[in-house]
């Protein structure tokens, strides 16, 4: 058997070693170690950036200063940025060689909410909501983190103009919480202003989830979302006297405990869906029986065919049981649903499977977990269902301490969720995550 001594073992391997020096193919600093060098270059300001986003929330549709300072930091980046279309929407173009396009979106508005989570740069701002009360203002669902890592992404992407080749559109969008962001930027016909992207992509923190990591779901993500309004009727009176009125608290709970079976009892019980009834107001006082009582509702769902039969159950069992009160017809309860509604986001697969893989060599595959549907919406939706067919995936970006998921999973206690006054992520290392994630992405999409 021919064998090598140990010396022309030696040989061979630096002979090998030269070759590959001489063609240019040894290994070279990966495009993830560029991006972490880059970002901890960057994180002072970056963390500077976030804390003054977390100060400043700004209510749907009133994200002015908040645009402002996107537009200012895309421009000084060399993106071409068109401002307020539709509300504060913007969207910066960065066109560098041919290649295919695409979308990066990040939303900017706030929640109002006081926010109660003690950190040292809290949110003490107040505004006006849309009844015109004043409100304690919160980015309460971390959107203050998205922007961050958005213009994160944008400093990394023009850093590496060398690495990629295409057209970069940074869209940065007003209204998500009210759902009418993504609804006024395609009025304002986004598509016909900036290139139509070959792919649109996007994040949302998670309020479960590590920091450090990401979660994904290939076709359904999240629902979609109906705000309903009833008005229920009646005929009011003196509240010893019940007999001479037509109360409509009692037939107000009878529909609401009613409404409890359309998912239990009409929805295929593998078909997700949710109706809560989240508000009842009526009356004015201990002993008189109100003319009406108003309920407001939410409807989630995937499926359009869902949506519908929910919608139907609702005015059949209002109707049937005005009727079972005897109300006269002109008083039946009526409907509205809110428009515009939020549709379905539904990842593409090709396009989710595809990004799953570079998340992996990027982050390694104990920080890329697989994540089941979830019932909040999201407007992002709207991106992959215009007239230009868009692929589209929208991924989570893990946002809670470590620590505090671990001490979660041991004891049963409860994170704070989204849309609490106690949600705080860990800013550092989910911001961190997001740009290189979200870096590697766009890396991987815009192919030389």
């Known amino acids: 058997m021919f064998r090598l001594s140990f010396r022309s073992m030696k040989n061979v391997i630096s002979l090998f070693i030269l070759l590959l020096v001489s063609s240019g193919l040894t290994a070279q600093p990966s495009a993830d170690a560029e991006i972490q060098e880059f970002i901890d270059k960057q994180y002072p300001s970056l963390d500077t950036l976030y804390k003054y986003l977390h100060r400043n929330p700004e209510l749907s549709s009133q994200e002015e200063q908040t645009s402002r300072l996107i537009a200012d930091e895309l421009t000084s980046l060399g993106f071409e940025v068109q401002e307020r279309l539709g ?71 023009v850093e590496m103009k060398d690495q990629w080749s295409g057209t970069l559109v940074m869209v940065a969008q007003s209204a998500e919480e009210s759902g009418f962001g993504a609804d006024a930027l395609f009025k304002a016909n986004l598509y016909d202003k900036v290139p139509v992207p070959d792919y649109a992509i996007a994040l949302h923190d998670n309020a479960s989830l590590p920091a450090g990591t990401v979660g994904y779901r290939a076709g359904a993500f999240m629902a979609s979302v109906d705000m309903v309004d009833i008005t229920v009727y009646g005929e009011g009176g003196h509240g010893a006297a019940p007999h001479t009125t037509k109360d409509p608290i009692v037939l107000a709970a009878q529909m609401i405990n009613s409404f409890q079976t359309i998912v239990s009892r009409e929805i295929n019980p593998i078909d997700p869906a949710v109706v809560t009834v989240g508000s009842i107001h009526g009356g004015t006082i201990y002993n008189i029986i109100p003319d009406e009582v108003k309920l407001q509702l939410t409807l989630r769902s995937y499926s359009p065919e869902v ?29 509205s649903i809110r428009d515009p509604q939020t549709p379905a986001t539904i990842n593409d697969t090709e396009l989710t499977n595809r990004l799953v893989t570079v998340f992996k060599e990027t982050l390694g595959e104990d920080k890329v977990v697989e994540t089941p549907p979830n019932m909040v919406g999201e407007d992002f939706s709207r991106f992959g269902m215009q007239d230009e067919k868009v692929p589209i995936c929208m991924f989570w970006l893990g946002a809670v301490d470590p620590q505090k998921v671990k001490e979660a999973e041991e004891t049963g206690t409860k994170l704070p969720s989204l849309h609490s006054p106690f949600y705080a992520p860990l800013p550092e290392p989910t911001i961190k995550t997001g740009i290189r994630a979200m870096s590697a992405a766009a890396l991987e999409l815009l192919v030389e």
């Not at 041919?98 to 926010?115: K, N, Q, S, V």
């Not at 139907?312 to 079972?324: G, S, V």
């Open 87 to 157: 509300m504060y929407n913007l969207a910066g173009v960065l066109k560098n060689g041919e290649g295919p396009t695409l979308l990066i979106r990040t939303d900017m508005d706030a929640l109002p909410l006081e926010e109660k989570t003690g950190v040292p740069y809290a949110s003490t701002t107040k505004g006006t909501n849309a009844a015109g009360e004043t409100v304690g203002v919160m980015h309460a669902c971390g959107h203050d983190i998205h922007m961050t890592v958005f213009l994160g992404t944008a400093r990394t992407m």
């Open 307 to 335: 949506r519908n039969q929910i919608v139907e159950a609702l005015h059949r069992i209002t109707k049937n049981l005005a009727q079972q009160a005897r109300l006269p017809e002109e008083k039946y309860p009526k409907i």
